[in-house]
């Protein structure tokens, strides 16, 4: 019997490792991406405070993933319960503020110069939307572990766009930028099935939902870009700003070579 359950502690150890290194390349790539462009004199503190906001509730979000799969791999699931709930406050606060920065940075017409600006403009909210949506079905089905955990981490890849952006070439990507970040983002759930076929011999359902929603969020990014309304939007967010005077489909100039 003491042979039976070292042998099954083993095995649920090994379960867990898939998820905890994960959240940890996750959380590396986002630090990475933008510690690296920080280091190349690309970014700058010298923001406003609403911004620094913004990336403190992002990375916040990514530090407590890895610590929440981190307590599981410990066992200590009844704190990870626990701090669980923090994200019913979290996510709506993430999408804010999220809304508030994209806004912000079109109204200047200060968008990256490898988007167009109303892609920019239409990209960021349909991640953040599908990123909640994907987070806030993880939550509900929390009780049944495999599909929560397999939510959540869809919906934590869709969040590394920007940790991705900044660590490939996308000014060499012109103008797909906005789908090579999405091919490397789906790298990860695809990981993610590759494990499930190995160690189940099957692919749980929950990544075709997941898979599902990221290319859907994708096709939708394109259609509503290159729409009506979402010249109409555009029109509506920039009026009265600098951003009006920035044709909405138009890449922005590369900037200067210092």
């Known amino acids: 019997m003491a042979t039976l359950a070292h042998t099954a502690s083993g095995a649920s150890v090994r379960a867990e490792r898939f998820w905890t290194i994960s959240a940890g390349i996750m959380m590396a790539v ?19 405070l609403f911004v620094h906001i913004h990336a403190l509730v992002f990375f916040g ?44 940075i079109v109204r200047r017409g200060q968008t990256p110069f490898f988007f167009q600006p ?22 509900r089905l929390r009780r049944k572990t495999q599909w929560h955990r397999r939510l959540m981490f869809c919906g934590m890849s ?20 906005g ?10 759930p695809i990981a993610g099935i590759v494990r499930d076929l190995r160690r189940d011999g099957r692919v749980h359902p929950a990544w075709l939902w997941g898979l599902g929603s990221i290319v859907v969020m994708q ?3 394109d259609l509503m870009a290159f729409s009506a309304p979402g ?18 489909l138009a890449f922005p100039p590369f900037p200067p070579v210092a």
């Open 179 to 188: 789908w090579a970040v999405f091919a490397f983002v789906m790298l990860f």
């Open 30 to 48: 986002l630090v990475l991406g933008f510690s690296v462009q920080l280091a190349m004199g690309r970014s700058t503190f010298a923001v406003p």
């Open 231 to 248: 010249q109409w939007l555009y029109t509506a967010v920039t009026q009265g700003s600098p951003g009006a005077a920035v044709a909405p």
């Open 118 to 139: 109303l892609y920019f403009l239409i990209m960021d909210p349909m991640t953040l939307f599908t990123f909640a949506g994907l987070a806030i079905a993880a939550i």
């Open 61 to 104: 979000w990514a530090a407590l993933y890895l610590l929440q799969n981190l307590l599981v791999g410990m066992g200590n699931t009844a704190l990870h319960k626990r701090l669980g709930w923090l994200s019913v406050v979290w996510i709506p606060t993430m999408v804010v503020m999220g809304l508030i920065v994209t806004v912000a």
């Open 219 to 221: 096709i939708a990014i």
């Open 158 to 177: 869709i969040l590394l766009g920007p940790g991705i952006g900044r660590l490939i070439p996308l000014p060499l990507m012109i103008p797909y930028a």
